[in-house]
């Protein structure tokens, strides 16, 4: 029996979405048109938390002081990026926070994930809620306002939120393959686009070599995927590339590729 359908499946006020209770108790969320999950259905945040705060290196980072840099492709719920929040703040450590985003999840439909237990320190959620709350629809790209299928959207739309008094997350609502990246650089990429069956130009060498480019020296890239052809386009461009293990009760390898 397939154990997908034995987990709990919660509806979404967005009518293309349907929540999941993953088997560590945290919520994701389903396309219901591709069958597409947000994050791994064994574990939400256990696969966030091993896969990309742990082998980034960007949780020890922190813990330690270093001033951070991370980009995310794919921001998704926003659970990495919470999850780095609320530990850059518990350690007071500088934080800078990139996200790049195609379909931004309104408040209420993150709000229905209960991403207070996420964290620790919920005023995080709170404050994020309401300035996502704040923004107008009007600010939004064409591509992401309803019934704009016909409109242009714009190349891209920035959201900047002070997430703390040293903490800044930049929202970029962009396509990931358009993103005018120059003069940027990271101490850590999560890159978390849906799977390469998806969205297969995201995982393309000319994508992979971009972030190679964008990495600092001995910076980390990871990911869940250890497709044999998306290890061998990062060996390509010049990454280390290694698997390790995954998650407590999620994929067995996940990936981690390191500048050198």
């Known amino acids: 029996m397939n154990q997908r ?3 709990v499946r919660l ?6 979405l349907e929540i999941e209770v993953t088997d560590d108790g ?3 969320l389903i396309n219901k048109a591709t069958g597409d999950s947000y994050h791994s ?15 980034s ?16 492709i794919g ?8 999850l780095t929040v609320d530990h850059a703040i518990k350690h007071g450590t500088p934080l800078d926070y990139v996200a790049l985003e195609y379909h931004w999840l309104s408040a209420d439909v993150v709000r229905e994930l209960a991403p207070e237990s996420w964290v620790d320190n919920t005023a995080v959620v709170a404050d994020y809620i309401r300035w996502r709350s704040s923004v107008p629809e009007s600010q939004l790209p064409c591509g992401q306002l309803p019934n704009s299928e016909s409109a242009e959207p714009k190349l891209t ?5 002070h997430a703390g008094e040293h903490q800044v997350v930049q929202i970029q609502l962009v396509d990931a393959l358009r993103w005018r990246h120059e003069g940027e650089s990271f101490d850590a990429i999560y890159f978390d686009p849906f799977a390469p069956d998806t969205n297969a130009e995201l995982w393309q060498t000319p994508m992979l070599a971009v972030m190679y480019k964008l990495l600092n020296m001995d910076g980390r890239f990871v990911t869940y995927c250890v497709k044999r052809e998306v290890r061998d386009r990062l ?9 390790i293990r995954g998650p407590e009760g999620g994929k067995r390898e996940v990936l981690v590729a390191t500048r050198h």
């Open 11 to 16: 509806p979404c006020q967005d009518p293309t």
């Open 57 to 72: 290196g960007v949780q020890e980072r922190l813990s330690s002081g270093q001033a951070t840099r991370v980009l995310e």
């Open 5 to 7: 359908a034995n987990r």
């Open 75 to 82: 921001l998704g719920t926003g659970m990495g990026m919470f």
């Open 235 to 243: 060996k390509a461009v010049g990454f280390d590339v290694r698997k």
């Open 26 to 28: 945290s919520r994701t």
């Open 41 to 55: 259905s064994s574990g939400a945040i256990s696969e966030t938390r091993q896969v990309y705060l742990r082998n």
């Open 157 to 161: 739309s920035e959201f900047r939120w």
